[in-house]
């Protein structure tokens, strides 16, 4: 007898393309306009566009889903790309309060959110490069 077993992407567990792009758009609006965000927000342009994008990209990838982003930009290397900025701990979790608040509008599979929670959250940990 052979033990068959199904996994299911983060990408498929949480809705596919459109909760990625919700996700994203939700994310970028609350950094906007969120006070508690403006430490995060002062570190990107003024027009969100371009970054909206990528990061679509990154996520849906980074997700289980089509790869979008390694084509077009190669290895994430993001601590290599956010060396530029300063990210500690109030970073950190400006950045998470966005996103969890981002997730809670988007993701209707609570156990999902929170198993995309907790990915993230190491995600957000490991980016820090400063105490």
């Not at 792009?21 to 342009?45: G, N, Q, T, W």
């Not at 790309?81 to 996103?99: T, Y």
Request: charged fraction near 30%; glycine fraction near 6%.
């Amino acid at each position: 007898m052979t033990d068959t077993t199904t996994v299911i992407s983060m990408f498929e567990r949480i809705g596919g393309r459109a909760t990625i792009d919700a996700l994203v758009d939700r994310f970028y609006d609350r950094m906007d306009s969120l006070p508690e965000a403006k430490i995060i927000r002062a570190m990107h342009a003024d027009d969100l566009g371009l970054i909206r994008d990528v990061l679509k990209r990154y996520l849906t990838e980074w997700t289980g889903g089509p790869r979008l982003y390694t084509p077009e930009k190669g290895h994430p290397r993001l601590r290599q790309r956010h060396f530029g900025f300063s990210i500690g701990d109030a970073e950190r979790d400006a950045w998470m309060l966005c996103m969890r608040g981002a997730m809670e509008q988007t993701i209707t599979d609570a156990i999902a959110r929170q198993d995309l929670d907790k990915a993230l959250s190491s995600l957000a940990d490991w980016m820090r490069n400063r105490p």
